[in-house]
């Protein structure tokens, strides 16, 4: 099937440290969107990113989609404690979500 | 006002059992997604609804799994003769937009289902 890998799985970071997780995808897609899933929680909504080449940020969060509209790359500055959690990729058409990119931060 | 809800939050179920997952999604979401999530894995699609019409099910593993939302609101998932590959965490979400799988999602808190 049409897959979204994201890459890496785990990331661990000392506070205070840089972050990133890449999605990639194989075809060319409509959109995508970034949710976070806190340990024991479920997916929240961040962003949704549509233009080839958007960028879009939020405090620390940084979001881009790819030229191309075949990847795309969350980053966090700075992390903090309460950054921890996974982070997903998701496509909407047929809703694809990546594997997650688990951050954990190291006091 | 309330998110979607789940219930039960937790469910046991001896191999062969039936069970029936119900969701409560946010109060005039058109939009309803039913997904599986396995233990260190991302949400898998299973099968989505605008209203009451089940516009795709191709996430569906089996034909053990059906899903219904007779009046547009509240949703089943109901596994017949589950099996312990069933085991998982299974998500509702919802949408307000018609097109919604484009939008924004709402998560329940999930559903946890140990099949043994």
């Known amino acids: 099937g049409q897959q979204v890998m994201q890459i890496p799985q785990y990331q661990h970071v000392q506070e205070g440290e840089d972050f990133t997780t890449y999605c990639n995808s194989s075809t060319t897609l409509s959109n995508i969107q970034w949710y976070k899933q806190r340990p024991g929680g479920h997916p929240v909504f961040l962003i949704q990113l549509v233009k080839s080449g958007e960028v879009k940020k939020q405090k620390r969060l940084t979001f881009q989609f790819g030229e191309a509209k075949k990847n795309s790359s969350l980053h966090i500055t700075a992390t903090q404690t309460t950054d921890v959690g996974t982070y997903f990729c998701k496509r909407s058409y047929i809703p694809t979500f990546g594997r997650g990119t688990s951050l954990i931060v190291h006091p | 006002g309330a998110g979607v809800s789940q219930s039960p939050r937790y469910k046991v179920a001896k191999r062969g059992q039936d069970v029936a997952l119900r969701c409560d999604p946010i109060?005039?979401?058109?939009?309803l997604f039913w997904y599986q999530q396995a233990l260190g894995q991302g949400p898998e699609f299973l099968t989505y609804f605008q209203n009451e019409a089940q516009l795709d099910k191709s996430g569906l593993p089996s034909d053990r799994f059906f899903a219904e939302r007779p009046e547009g609101s509240v949703s089943t998932l109901k596994i017949q003769r589950t099996q312990k590959e069933d085991s998982a965490v299974y998500l509702c979400?919802?949408?307000?937009?018609?097109?919604?799988?484009?939008?924004?999602?709402?998560f329940g808190p999930g559903t946890r289902l140990t099949v043994t």
């Open positions: 109060s005039g979401h058109v939009s």
């Open positions: 979400a919802s949408s307000s937009a018609t097109s919604g799988r484009a939008y924004e999602q709402y």
